[in-house]
T-cell receptor, first 113, second 113 residues
Framework: DTAVSQTPKYLVTQMGNDKSIKCEQNLGHDTMYWYKQDSKKFLKIMFSYNNKELIINETVPNRFSPKSPDKAHLNLHINSLELGDSAVYFC????????????FGPGTRLLVL | GDSVTQMEGPVTLSEEAFLTINCTYTATGYPSLFWYVQYPGEGLQLLLKATKADDKGSNKGFEATYRKETTSFHLEKGSVQVSDSAVYFCALSTNSGYSTLTFGKGTMLLVSP
């Protein structure tokens, strides 16, 4: 049983294109997250949704737009892709209460050419 | 703001050697502390956690003790295996508001036979 799944696993695209990454969790959690991992492995929170409402929006270009159609799904749409967007994007989920363990998806490896 | 500092890697060890990866943190209040592990090409997995001072988290032979007086959560294992080669992330989650993780920069561990 996959707990947190992401599609696609790999994404290679040209600069200027628009792409989406999808995330689904079957853990019954009410909070979902997007993280970006750069080439040096550094992880940084981008967005967080609780019960379909945006609760964390870090300093991220507005070309990135998250959407949560329901508690089990959190998608990430990226417009006008740039070379610097190349990274691994991880989705995660947890219960909202502070201190709860976050469970991560396998990641989407995005390469912008 | 909250922050986590980990020793820089890579840490290179021979099989059966003793492992310590240092982690210190800065946070307001009393955070929960986590160690996550990322195997090559995979997502992050929770390795262990501790939610209050003096708690010891343990899993798969790894241990870490929450030390409030030194604001530390060092990861240890008595005898590493080649299969432990991975990147290890120390993280904290403040115990107020929503559950968000602040990560350290990660420490790569390479174990040779």
């Amino acid at each position: 049983d996959t707990a947190v799944s992401q599609t696609p696993k790999y994404l290679v695209t040209q600069m200027g294109n628009d792409k989406s990454i999808k995330c689904e969790q079957n853990l019954g959690h009410d909070t979902m997250y997007w993280y970006k991992q750069d080439s040096k492995k550094f992880l940084k929170i981008m967005f967080s949704y609780n019960n379909k409402e945006l609760i964390i929006n870090e300093t991220v270009p507005n070309r990135f737009s998250p959407k949560s159609p329901d508690k089990a799904h959190l998608n990430l749409h990226i417009n006008s892709l740039e070379l610097g967007d190349s990274a691994v994007y991880f989705c995660a989920s947890s219960q909202a209460r502070a201190g709860q363990t976050q469970y991560f998806g396998p990641g989407t490896r995005l390469l912008v050419l | 703001g909250d922050s986590v500092t980990q020793m820089e890697g890579p840490v290179t060890l021979s099989e059966e050697a003793f492992l310590t990866i240092n982690c210190t943190y800065t946070a307001t209040g009393y955070p929960s502390l986590f160690w996550y592990v990322q195997y090559p090409g995979e997502g992050l997995q929770l390795l262990l956690k501790a939610t209050k001072a003096d708690d010891k988290g343990s899993n798969k032979g790894f241990e870490a003790t929450y030390r409030k007086e030194t604001t530390s959560f060092h990861l240890e294992k008595g005898s590493v295996q080649v299969s432990d080669s991975a990147v290890y992330f120390c993280a904290l989650s403040t115990n107020s508001g929503y559950s968000t993780l602040t990560f350290g920069k990660g420490t790569m561990l390479l174990v040779s036979p």
